[in-house]
């Protein structure tokens, strides 16, 4: 059973499309996370959510949002797509301040 | 403001014990966690807490503001990303030290 599951696994797109990513966790968690990995291979925190509450990063062009549906679900939607949004993104969740468990990744392609 | 404090690179022979140092300015976090990250592939965490702790290879000391990761006969296989991380009332992470293993 998968703890952390994201979809799509690839999603390549044209620049100026809105897509979005879906994240879901099935460990019953109260906090859910996405993190990009930027161009040199690091993770960098975008978004975390915890029942309702909502904590952004700044540095985030706010093209980016979370949505969540119930606590089982965090999508990013991200709006008018740029050539530099290309990364990999990866959800996580967590209990607020025990391990977080990350899903596989969504290598994002914009064209 | 809190923060988390790594070295960006480590670089390491084979077989030698590796240390990845971390420290922080979070008043109120207690525990450490330690997360290994191969580029492309899902984070995982490899150690965490509030005492020095050992799970396989990976040890971890710990002091109040800061821990260490070691990494006892390091292989190539263990070229990665390595994160540290402590938790107030919600989780900070470190910028990640890239370990390197010299050929």
């Known amino acids: 059973d998968t703890a952390v599951s994201q979809t799509p696994k690839y999603l390549v797109t044209q620049m100026g499309n809105d897509k979005s990513i879906k994240c879901e966790q099935n460990l019953g968690h109260d906090t859910m996370y996405w993190y990009k990995q930027d161009s040199k291979k690091f993770l960098k925190i975008m978004f975390s959510?915890?029942?309702?509450?909502?904590?952004i990063n700044e540095t985030v062009p706010n093209r980016f949002s979370p949505k969540s549906p119930d606590k089982a679900h965090l999508n990013l939607h991200i709006n008018s797509l740029e050539l530099g949004d290309s990364a990999v993104y990866f959800c996580a969740s967590s209990d607020r301040k025990d391990t977080q468990y990350f899903g596989p990744g969504t290598r994002l392609t914009v064209l | 403001k809190d923060q988390v404090f790594q070295p960006s690179t480590v670089a390491s022979s084979e077989g030698a014990v590796v240390e990845i140092f971390c420290n922080h300015s979070?008043?109120?976090?207690?525990?450490f966690f330690w997360y290994l990250h191969f580029p492309g592939c899902a984070p995982r965490l490899l150690v965490k807490g509030s005492k020095p702790s050992q799970q396989g290879r990976y040890n971890m000391t710990y002091e109040r503001f800061s821990s260490s990761l070691l990494i006892l006969q390091v292989r190539e296989a263990d070229a990665a990303v390595y994160y540290c991380a402590v938790c107030d009332d919600k989780i900070i992470f470190g910028k990640g030290t890239r370990l390197h293993i010299l050929p």
């Open positions: 959510y915890n029942n309702k509450e909502l904590i």
């Open positions: 979070v008043s109120n976090a207690y525990n």
